[in-house]
């Protein structure tokens, strides 16, 4: 059985910062693209941030410079450090792993930035 869960999520302050966490299991972790995508009230999910099975890692146009994905085989855990959080950022982060035709989602975890 897959599972992805994650964690780190929670309310923090604009011009905060958080680190998400994403633990995989029941999969070969390390031969997974994994990703981070959002979700706003009333938007559609969007992709955040995506690592590759090699460690290439691409972001939206909005992340670049404030967040990080990075990811751990050893762990099975893929991670997203958040600095400089703004209240755009509010949303349910989701972690996605994605390989060939295969592609799995966690739960979520909601992020919300405000003072």
């Known amino acids: 059985q897959v599972q992805l869960v994650e964690s780190g999520g929670g309310l923090v302050q604009p011009g905060g ?10 999969i ?3 031969i997974y693209a994994m990703g981070w995508y959002r979700q706003a009230p009333g938007k559609q999910r969007e992709l955040v941030a995506v690592i590759t099975r090699d460690g290439s890692t691409n972001y939206a146009d909005s992340e670049k410079g404030r967040f990080t994905i990075s990811r751990d085989n050893a762990k099975n855990t893929v991670f997203l450090q958040m600095n400089s959080l703004k209240p755009e950022d509010t949303a349910v982060y989701y972690c996605n792993a994605h390989w060939t035709t295969l592609e799995y989602w966690g739960q979520g975890t909601q992020v919300t930035v405000s003072s």
């Open 17 to 26: 910062s958080l680190r998400l966490s994403c633990a995989a299991s029941g």
């Open 28 to 30: 070969t972790f390390s």
